[in-house]
């Protein structure tokens, strides 16, 4: 199948969700502050959808699922990781984190649609059932490793944050 043919085959929301992805991705370029509980939404939806998809997928047995936790906790120290290294700022009297720009979210959102896309374009076309497994073992990956990114980085906000309401009881 060549690019041109993939690339009208793609279903319509698929461009419409990349539109938006990178829209949010180019929003998180520049500083902005956000309530914490804003902030709590991306790793729960990811999390959600890797969770839905290991309970729908007819190939999702213990191997993915198991790549699926794997994946969330290193990604959930990677996102610990480079939160740590930001520097942003709480207040934890409104309940805010004020992000510096990053090139991190929309690095994450790239990697993860160019990712998704592919697994996607293969899981549909290929024809060996142990190919599958394989597919689907590693969209679990991909799944866990971002939602635990996002994850990671949520818990050291939430953190800083309550350390600085502890602080001050």
Avoid at 77 to 88: C, I, K, L, P, Q
Avoid at 143 to 155: P, W
Wanted: with cysteine; aromatic share 12%; proline share 5%.
């Amino acid at each position: 199948m060549t690019p041109i043919a993939i690339i009208q085959g793609t279903p319509t929301w698929v461009w419409v969700l990349l539109a938006f992805l990178v829209y949010r991705g180019c929003k998180a370029l520049q500083a902005s502050t956000t309530p914490i509980s804003k902030l709590a939404i991306v790793p729960l939806i990811f999390a959600g959808m890797g969770i839905a998809h290991l309970a729908s997928a007819p190939l999702a047995g213990w191997a993915a699922t198991a790549m699926w936790v794997v994946a969330l906790g290193a990604g959930v120290v990677g996102g610990v990781f480079t939160a740590s290294r930001t520097r942003f700022i709480v207040d934890p009297i409104a309940r805010t984190v004020m992000l510096p720009g990053s090139f991190v979210p929309l690095l994450l959102i790239a990697a993860t649609f160019i990712a998704k896309f592919w697994l996607g374009f293969e899981m549909a076309t290929v024809a060996n059932m142990s190919a599958l497994a394989s597919y689907v073992v590693i969209d679990a990956a991909v799944s866990g490793i971002v939602a635990g990114m996002f994850a990671g980085r949520f818990f050291t906000y939430w953190k800083t944050m309550h350390a600085l309401r502890a602080s001050w009881a």
